[in-house]
């Protein structure tokens, strides 16, 4: 399959982040305005703007209060955002971590939010250095929950199970840890080491446990299994896969988050970011 059979869903953006299916709609950060959208698929209402943050934003999640939270990147905080609008900081990360935050995932059955971290500044060109992922609890309060990943990235928690699986971009690997009473990280392991030069960025978790990866530098979507074999790729020549999202009214649509470049000057010019669908045989969880 490639990325010709697909069909756009909302263009215009400079750069796709926070794919989510959430309350019958698509929702996405545009990491490089720091705004977040949500929208209908099936209808023609167009992108509804949901919040703005400071600088840029990544990963969505959704509090057992009903709040919305998003990964303000460069100010190193969680946002909370009421259904009202209203936005508060819920979590400050910026004492204990001084690289951009990036995306995450709320643990539904016990509303603690995961989130990664650069490790290094990538876009002053530093050298590559290990990231730490860290655990949010309910009030907001933050610790560490694992160390020396390889720029990790989208999170998910396995159907069924006390599984977090996080991608690290740059070490092409994807990694389990159990999820203990207390949210605590242990057990880690390689659940799935990935095709030579894949780069995982975003992802989304089937409901066979199945995780399709989005290879940013690579231009591909790979649907994974434990293990690491592929059972299923789309390609998306010429463009950065940079997440996506399964939902749509029976969980069997695939969205697509893809652009031209991650880099905010070359974005600010072209909005050539985009979010398409295709459908997919197994759906979401």
Same mark, same amino acid.
């Given at each position: 399959?490639?990325?010709t059979?697909a069909?756009?869903?909302?263009?215009?953006i400079?750069?796709p982040?926070?794919?989510?299916?959430?309350?019958?709609?698509?929702w996405?950060?545009?990491?490089?305005?720091?705004?977040?959208?949500?929208?209908?698929?099936?209808?023609?209402?167009?992108?509804?703007?949901?919040a703005?943050?400071?600088?840029?934003?990544?990963?969505?999640?959704?509090?057992?209060?009903?709040?919305?939270?998003?990964?303000?990147?460069?100010?190193r905080?969680l946002?909370?955002?009421?259904?009202? %609008?209203?936005q508060?900081?819920?979590?400050?990360?910026?004492?204990?971590e001084?690289?951009?935050?990036?995306?995450?995932v709320?643990?539904a059955?016990t /509303?603690?939010?995961?989130?990664?971290?650069?490790?290094?500044?990538?876009?002053?060109?530093?050298?590559?250095r290990?990231?730490?992922?860290?655990?949010?609890?309910?009030?907001?309060?933050? $610790?560490?929950?694992?160390?020396?990943?390889?720029?990790?990235?989208?999170?998910?928690?396995l159907?069924?199970?006390?599984?977090?699986?996080?991608?690290?971009?740059?070490? /092409?690997?994807?990694?389990?840890?159990?999820?203990?009473?207390?949210?605590? @990280?242990?057990?880690r392991?390689?659940?799935?080491? @990935?095709?030579? %030069?894949?780069?995982?960025?975003?992802?989304?978790?089937?409901?066979?446990?199945?995780?399709?990866?989005?290879?940013?530098?690579?231009?591909?979507?790979?649907?994974?299994?434990?293990?690491?074999?592929?059972?299923?790729?789309?390609?998306?020549? /010429?463009r950065?896969?940079?997440?996506?999202?399964?939902? %749509?009214p029976?969980g $069997?649509?695939?969205?697509?988050?893809t652009?031209?470049?991650?880099?905010?000057?070359?974005?600010?010019?072209?909005?050539?970011? $985009?979010?398409?669908?295709?459908?997919?045989?197994v759906? %979401?969880p």
């Amino acid at each position: 399959m490639d990325s010709t059979t697909a069909t756009d869903v909302v263009t215009g953006i400079r750069f796709p982040e926070g794919n989510r299916w959430h309350d019958g709609r698509l929702w996405y950060s545009d990491m490089h305005t720091g705004e977040v959208f949500s929208l209908d698929p099936t209808t023609d209402e167009g992108p509804r703007l949901e919040a703005t943050v400071d600088g840029q934003s990544s990963g969505l999640g959704w509090l057992q209060d009903g709040r919305l939270i998003v990964s303000a990147m460069e100010a190193r905080t969680l946002v909370a955002v009421q259904p009202d %609008g209203l936005q508060s900081v819920f979590a400050d990360l910026s004492p204990i971590e001084s690289s951009l935050i990036n995306d995450l995932v709320v643990d539904a059955a016990t /509303g603690r939010t995961y989130v990664g971290a650069f490790g290094y500044d990538l876009y002053a060109g530093e050298e590559l250095r290990p990231g730490p992922l860290y655990v949010v609890e309910p009030d907001g309060s933050v $610790r560490l929950a694992a160390d020396e990943l390889v720029f990790p990235n989208s999170a998910n928690v396995l159907p069924g199970t006390r599984t977090l699986v996080v991608s690290e971009t740059w070490g /092409g690997r994807l990694t389990a840890f159990d999820i203990e009473a207390d949210g605590s @990280l242990t057990g880690r392991r390689e659940w799935a080491a @990935l095709p030579q %030069g894949i780069t995982p960025d975003g992802s989304t978790v089937d409901a066979e446990g199945a995780i399709w990866v989005c290879s940013v530098d690579t231009g591909e979507f790979l649907r994974v299994v434990e293990g690491g074999e592929v059972t299923d790729r789309i390609d998306a020549p /010429g463009r950065c896969a940079v997440d996506c999202a399964l939902g %749509g009214p029976d969980g $069997r649509t695939l969205y697509l988050a893809t652009a031209d470049s991650y880099d905010p000057a070359t974005t600010a010019q072209t909005r050539d970011g $985009r979010i398409s669908a295709v459908r997919v045989t197994v759906p %979401g969880p």
